[in-house]
């Protein structure tokens, strides 16, 4: 697990729905009590929140409304957060 800063994580989830392979990426604050789950699949993003709001919502990666949903989460799990844990399986 390593520690980036939140400019980063943006630009992460956007190469993560650009490419087709399935790929799983965990989003955790310092104290760890919060995180973020995006795990894509082909053609389908499943994002689940753990923390403020439990939820797991899929969403089809082909219309712009995958990458919102995830900038709400984000700005919901993370408000005050400079740094983020980052673990990609």
Do not use: C, W
């Not at 403020?52 to 990666?61: D, G, P």
């Amino acid at each position: 697990m390593r520690e980036i800063l939140v400019k980063q994580v943006k630009s992460l989830i956007k190469q993560l729905l650009k490419s087709k392979e399935s790929k799983r990426v965990v989003l955790l604050t310092k104290k760890k009590d919060r995180s973020l789950t995006v795990e894509v699949d082909g053609e389908q993003m499943k994002l689940t929140e753990q923390g403020y709001e439990n939820s797991v919502n899929t969403f089809a990666i082909a219309d712009n409304v995958a990458r919102h949903a995830f900038t709400a989460a984000f700005k919901r799990e993370f408000p005050r957060s400079h740094q983020v844990y980052v673990s990609e399986k």
